[in-house]
């Protein structure tokens, strides 16, 4: 049975049909309803003060949103990378609730060791479904991300042993954030460039994005590097360098995919957005290291988090979402206005942590703006996920008994 065929003959919820269908939804939910509440514990507002604390947003955004995310895009790209069947029906709702177990233990019962063992099965488990598909299917290709799923799994071990080790927590968050930037760069700059390409060409345009050379390689190289010494040493002169460097470099490949030709359509130009946020963060990551009186380091942390992150992944779960659910890809007022949304909160909050401490205002705004970016997901894009595709045949009428 091939992977197409499976899916034709899966009779079971829609919800459960396509990797991308729960993830996404579950993604977009929880982020949507947990940050504001997070924003009020923040700024010490009743009856929030105390609920939540630093390590639970952190760890939340990273392991809880992002792992969601990926493992709707993965569980739908791996099956295509490898024509292998997909994972659909009780083994992908076993998989999803697995990740909300994690989340409700984190949330109810943070400080207990069982809670870290739930919140952990859940991305070892992914990543061992990610390599046995990849290597089943001989994608060596793709090895690449499935190298990354793991040090994601990994850095979200060295984060839960926190009680042990402060200082290995957050050689974990750095990991963690190091992994999302290259997959961003490896992902995003093969994906980006493609689907500019594809919506040019049918409208004329014979200046197409450039075709990936090894300028592109050398960038991914550069990114990696910088990454790598910012998780081993974090505050080192020569790192800020490596960061502002891959930042550029970033910001020329951009450059070079023609995204000003694409504002008509949102569901291309907010792909570039999102690259670019993470160029930027790199380069605001790397001032704050050559000049951390001047640059507060959590300008470039939410630059790469609730930009380059935030603004990504909502491009491809929109695009996913529509494509296979049998709609066409056009962004319409509804889903411009979540993209908008989401590059303003990340604005708002990159400008709070640049502000005189952490600008109150702003925060409550970017709170605002992303609660209706990942609201606006749920409530426009949830049917989608949990009903039929749109072209779906309609089911035959039994035929009349006698």
Not at 47 to 70: C, K, N, Q
Request: aromatic fraction near 10%.
């Amino acid at each position: 049975m091939t992977s197409s065929s499976a899916r034709r003959a899966y009779a079971g919820p829609p919800l459960f049909s396509f990797g991308f269908r729960p993830f996404f939804l579950l993604a977009c939910a929880w982020p949507a309803a947990t940050i504001p509440v997070w924003v009020g514990t923040y700024l010490g507002c009743p009856p929030f003060e105390g609920l939540l604390t630093r390590d639970w947003h952190v760890h939340e955004m990273i392991f809880g949103y992002l792992s969601a995310v990926m493992a709707g895009f993965l569980l739908t790209a791996v099956p295509n990378w490898t024509g292998r069947l997909p994972v659909m029906g009780a083994p992908l709702a076993g998989l999803a609730g697995l990740w909300l177990a994690g989340r409700l233990a984190m949330l109810l019962f943070p400080a207990e060791p069982l809670s870290a063992a739930v919140d952990v099965a859940f991305l070892f488990v992914f990543a061992a479904v990610v390599w046995r598909e990849v290597l089943a299917g001989r994608n060596w290709k793709n090895l690449p991300v499935c190298g990354l799923v793991t040090l994601m799994a990994l850095a979200n071990l060295a984060v839960d042993l926190r009680p042990l080790s402060a200082e290995l927590a957050a050689g974990g968050e750095r990991l963690a954030l190091g992994v999302a930037a290259v997959m961003i760069a490896l992902i995003g700059g093969r994906v980006t460039p493609s689907f500019t390409r594809n919506w040019l060409a049918p409208r004329g345009e014979t200046r197409l994005p450039a075709p990936a050379s090894l300028f592109d390689t050398a960038v991914l190289v550069a990114t990696a590097v910088a990454a790598a010494a910012w998780v081993a040493v974090p505050e080192a002169r020569p790192v800020g360098a490596l960061l502002v460097l891959a930042g550029v470099a970033n910001l020329v490949r951009l450059a070079r995919w023609r995204g000003h030709r694409t504002l008509a359509e949102p569901l291309v130009w907010v792909m570039h957005a999102g690259y670019g946020w993470m160029a930027l963060s790199l380069a605001v990551l790397g001032a704050s290291v050559l000049a951390p009186s001047h640059i507060a380091r959590s300008a470039g942390i939410h630059a790469l988090t609730a930009g380059a992150i935030g603004v990504m992944t909502l491009a491809m779960m929109t695009r996913a979402t529509l494509g296979h659910t049998g709609r066409a890809r056009h962004a319409g007022p509804w889903t411009t206005l979540i993209y908008v949304s989401a590059n303003l909160a990340a604005a708002l909050r990159v400008a709070a942590a640049l502000a005189p401490e952490d600008a109150p205002i702003l925060l409550s705004l970017a709170s605002l703006a992303w609660s209706v970016a990942f609201a606006g997901f749920v409530l426009v894009y949830g049917p989608m996920l949990w009903g039929p595709r749109a072209d779906a045949a309609p089911a035959r009428p039994q035929a009349a008994r006698a």
